[in-house]
């Protein structure tokens, strides 16, 4: 029988039916009711009601307001970021870039290194300056919810972006809401929200989509592992249909996404490959796929497989396998559970197989107990592979982590480092020996300065062409003619084709995705003007059963 949740209430009538008691009934059994108190260590998934409200709050009408989108981080956050700014739009919300004109500042977080979490710590202050409601979601509060200034703020977790909604009705009313708790299915940990939410794409061109939460590792300097948790999987048949969908969008490039690509099945019994054969059946020609950061463990069970899998004329020849040190001992201690010889076997195997491929990798300069032996191994590391794309970080302690408490190398000594890395990186020119070449690249994004289109060749390298809109979303031929540290420039070829790659038309620039329950999102607007509840997806059903066993 299903549940008063599993479909929406066309009238407020249809919660009282003859079978239900009556008040004096349910009064009557709730003297029997024995209150238990709630485990201290229960995950927090809670409401706070009537925190900063204000008179003139309770007459606000939610849906009705400008919201202001910001996300640091990783392509998963934005993932995330586009997730939540989709289902605010079509809950009638109007997603805003002007952060002056905004109602609402939506503060999607990235806990990786402390600048990332400065500048998350002075928008909430800037907000607060101005007056502005907020809400805070990603992985800083996820990790460490009793931060002293997340105090009495709005949080949405990484595993609950589904009910985003909700959250931003009663901030916006002037309630603190914080649903952190962890999704579960038959005990199991589920990867997080559904795939098929609405969403905002911040490129119309491309869609990202994460394809698992968490990891496997426990590397001692990771503060996200706090946040995302262990490995969840989601099944191949979702992310297939979720590619499916995206194509029918317009969408002409996916980017596949997660805290480690490689681990990908491992908790449901499949693997990164066998999901990988399945996207690429419904890449239309001309399209793209791009594999996301896979650590080497998990890479080097698959090498051979992965070789024909980049070999495909319709997935990007590029892969991030972050190194972070050369050193085994430092390695050791980061527990990272490879040593170096397992990064170079796992390079040197995909350069001799897929000839040209782009190996990006990262190094954490000054991780505590580095030796200058230790940094002098990945200085000659980068010397000998050279590295076109290459993420440097100076190491920064983040609470609550093993590497924060142990003995930190002196700051000069960390600056120097990152400093010296840079130097060696910037020596080199990757890509000079490619003028003249004439190459076939996919036309996806605008330049920083706006002054080009950014394209990308096979091996994803950045080559920036005319602005001409005829050429965006489309792959075409070019004539490489300079080459600086981080890009080439292409002149298209006169008479040349120009493939159009997409099987739809995509959308516009803001525009919702992902749709088909558009009578459903108009029955919701209805149920905003209820002053019993609100309801705004099936799926978002936790708040129906909590009042429904109250006896509301």
């Not at 901030?171 to 952190?180: C, E, Y």
């Not at 491929?357 to 940094?375: H, R, S």
């Not at 996806?444 to 390298?461: G, I, L, P, R």
């Amino acid at each position: 029988m299903p549940s008063a949740c599993d479909s929406l209430l066309d009238d407020i009538e249809d919660m009282v039916t003859s079978h239900d008691p009556t008040p004096h009934e349910r009064q009557f059994a709730r003297r029997s009711i024995v209150p238990r108190p709630r485990p201290r260590r229960q995950q927090l998934d809670y409401l706070i009601p009537e925190v900063n409200a204000t008179l003139s709050d309770a007459f606000v009408i939610p849906g009705t307001q400008k919201i202001w989108v910001r996300t640091w981080g990783c392509s998963h956050n934005s993932s995330d970021g586009e997730y939540m700014a989709g289902q605010l739009a079509a809950s009638g919300y109007k997603i805003t870039e002007n952060p002056s004109d905004a109602d609402l500042w939506l503060l999607n977080s990235c806990t990786v290194k402390n600048p990332a979490e400065d500048h998350f710590r002075n928008s909430i202050k800037k907000a607060q300056e101005q007056n502005k409601k907020v809400v805070v979601a990603g992985c800083v509060p996820q990790a460490q919810p009793r931060t002293e200034y997340l105090k009495d703020l709005s949080v949405i977790g990484v595993q609950q972006i589904d009910r985003v909604v909700e959250v931003v009705d009663e901030a916006i009313k002037g309630h603190s809401v914080r649903l952190l708790g962890q999704k579960k299915e038959k005990g199991k940990r589920l990867g997080g929200a559904r795939l098929d939410l609405p969403k905002i794409r911040k490129n119309p061109l491309i869609e990202i989509i994460s394809i698992n939460t968490g990891c496997l590792n426990a590397c001692t300097y990771c503060k996200t592992k706090h946040a995302r948790g262990d490995l969840a999987s989601y099944p191949i048949e979702e992310l297939v249909e979720r590619a499916r969908q995206s194509f029918q969008e317009g969408v002409c490039e996916i980017w596949l996404t997660s805290e480690d690509t490689g681990a990908y099945g491992r908790d449901i019994g499949t693997d990164l490959p066998s999901l990988l054969w399945e996207l690429v059946k419904e890449i239309p020609e001309g399209a793209m796929l791009r594999l996301g950061m896979t650590n080497p463990p998990y890479i080097l069970e698959h090498l051979e497989e992965m070789v024909r899998i980049l070999q495909h004329p319709r997935v990007y020849a590029f892969l991030h396998v972050p190194v972070q040190s050369a050193s085994d001992s430092v390695l050791m201690d980061m527990k990272r559970e490879y040593c170096c010889a397992d990064f170079r076997s796992v390079t040197d195997f995909l350069q001799q197989r897929v000839p040209g491929i782009t190996i990006a990798t990262d190094i954490i300069c000054g991780f505590p107990g580095e030796t200058d032996e230790d940094f002098e191994q990945t200085m000659e590391l980068v010397r000998q592979y050279r590295f076109p794309s290459l993420f440097i970080n100076q190491f920064y302690p983040r609470p609550g982590t093993p590497a924060a408490k142990m003995e930190q190398v002196p700051a000069h000594m960390k600056k120097q480092r990152t400093k010296e890395l840079s130097a060696l990186f910037h020596s080199y020119k990757p890509y000079d020996h490619k003028i003249g070449e004439r190459q076939r690249v996919l036309v996806t994004e605008d330049s920083f300065d706006s002054q080009y289109y950014v394209a990308h060749n096979k091996f994803y390298e950045q080559v920036l062409v005319p602005k001409k809109p005829e050429l965006k979303g489309k792959m075409v031929e070019v004539d490489i003619y300079e080459a600086g540290k981080h890009y080439m420039k292409g002149r298209p070829v006169e008479d040349a084709q120009v493939f159009t790659p997409s099987i739809a038309q995509p959308l516009q620039k803001g525009q919702v995705s992902g749709l088909p329950q558009v009578s459903l999102l108009d029955r919701l607007s209805l149920a905003r003007s209820t002053p019993v509840f609100i309801l705004k997806k099936a799926k978002q059903s936790e708040w129906l059963t909590e009042k429904l066993s109250a006896g509301v």
